[in-house]
Each structure stands twice: as structure tokens, then as C-alpha cells.
């Protein structure tokens, strides 16, 4: 089981940049892929960034070149650097962790941090 907690959501003008953060406990961090989620609001919940245990990353098209993913395996972490945000980048974001294993693959997610962007 793994536990993830977020935060660093908020209100932001377009242009402007935010950092989220997520903490995950529970599980060998550095062994799980982590990502960040995007769900505007009354769409489905899509794929923003994710980060693979050897570092590799990859972005949704219309985030790739504003948007960062890292992670820190010392500190059980991952972040989302948010620059040159748009309106359409208002939703909510969620952390989350996959862990693989011989035969499956768990997901586990957090609760979510809003982040809005105002034109």
C-alpha cells in the first residue's frame, strides 16, 4: 500500500508558475513510477507527466516544454514544476504511484490539489 499526499495548488495568473509536490510513504519509493494527472473540470482524468524509477520522463503534448516532473528518492518524492501556465492547465491534479511486480501493476492515488488559473 502506498500513500500519497499533495499540496502546493493554488490560484495563479496565466503566465505565472507553480510547484507541486506529492509525498509517498509505504513502499520502496524509488522502485515505483510516479505521475501527475490533470483533470479539468467536467473532463476525464488524463496523463500530465510521468517519471520512471531510472529517471526517464514523458509529458502530454500540450504540457512538454512549461511543465517538469523530478523526483527526489531520498525524500519519497516527486514534483511538478509549473511554468507559463495557461487557463487550460485549471483542474485538479493528482499524484500517483504505480508499483509493478511480477504478474501486476497497482495503482494508488492521492486526493488531489486544485490548481486554477486565471486568464
Known amino acids: 500500500q502506498v500513500r500519497l499526499v499533495e499540496s502546493g495548488g493554488g490560484l495563479v495568473q496565466a503566465g505565472g508558475s507553480l510547484r507541486l509536490s506529492c509525498a509517498a510513504s509505504g513502499s520502496d519509493f524509488s522502485d515505483l513510477i510516479m505521475g501527475w494527472y490533470h483533470q479539468a473540470p467536467g473532463k476525464q482524468r488524463e496523463l500530465a507527466a510521468v517519471?520512471?524509477?531510472?529517471?526517464?520522463?514523458n509529458y502530454a503534448d500540450s504540457m512538454r516544454g512549461r511543465f517538469t516532473i523530478s523526483r527526489d528518492n531520498a525524500k519519497n518524492t516527486v514534483s511538478l514544476q509549473m511554468n507559463s501556465l495557461k487557463p487550460e492547465d485549471t483542474g485538479v491534479y493528482y499524484c500517483?504511484?504505480?508499483?509493478?511486480?511480477?504478474?501486476?501493476?497497482?495503482?494508488?492515488w492521492g486526493q488531489g490539489t486544485q490548481v486554477t488559473v486565471s486568464s
Open positions: 500517483n504511484a504505480v508499483s509493478v511486480g511480477p504478474g501486476y501493476a497497482s495503482n494508488f
Open positions: 517519471i520512471h524509477p531510472s529517471g526517464r520522463t
